[in-house]
């Protein structure tokens, strides 16, 4: 699996989980950025991430404003703003990016060589201006109406990756 085959997965795998599951419009960015650039507008983030292993081994993660998660969270459960709850909140979030990175490989690993873990949320504490430099990989940043959020992958055995081994 080469890198643009696993971008172009990545950025599939993003909008059908985000339209279909929250009823997000996505706009996928041809922004050639910095997260901390692309996150400038100083809100305040929240996200989760996702390890995975098989073939290669690495993580997803995902990024958004926290003043978006109750809207998607009511989109998900079809419950009212009003109703949602903080850990109901964090499940949403960690749910959303299991789902992004199963798509992912359902779209090229029809064998189930890779295994996906368990999500973990990522706290705002955690992704202060100055911690997002610290995130790796190759990112997908997307818009949705004013929102930016971002998805990324940190691969970890790059010579497997490639090989297909």
């Known amino acids: 699996m080469d890198r643009e085959t696993m971008m172009k997965a990545m950025r599939e795998a993003t909008s059908n989980v985000l339209e279909t599951m929250f009823f997000q419009p996505v706009q996928i ?6 997260l901390q650039e692309w996150f400038s507008e100083k809100r305040s983030l929240v ?18 404003p926290a003043a978006m998660v109750t809207g998607i969270t009511a989109n998900f459960l079809g419950i009212d703003e009003e109703k949602i709850n903080e850990e109901q909140k964090k499940d949403t979030i960690k749910e959303a990016l299991n789902m992004i990175g199963g798509h992912i490989f359902s779209l090229f690993d029809t064998k189930g060589a ?11 504490n ?10 790796k990989g190759d990112t997908t940043l997307i818009e949705t109406g004013e929102n930016r959020l971002a998805v990324g992958i940190q691969v970890m055995c790059v010579e497997k990756w490639r090989n297909g081994k």
């Open 114 to 124: 890779f295994k996906l873990g368990i999500p973990e949320f990522i706290e705002e």
């Open 29 to 34: 960015s041809d922004a050639n950025c910095s």
């Open 47 to 64: 996200g989760a991430t996702l390890s995975f292993n098989g073939p290669s081994a690495g993580s997803f993660y995902l990024l958004l």
């Open 126 to 135: 955690d992704l202060t201006e100055d911690k997002l430099g610290d995130l």
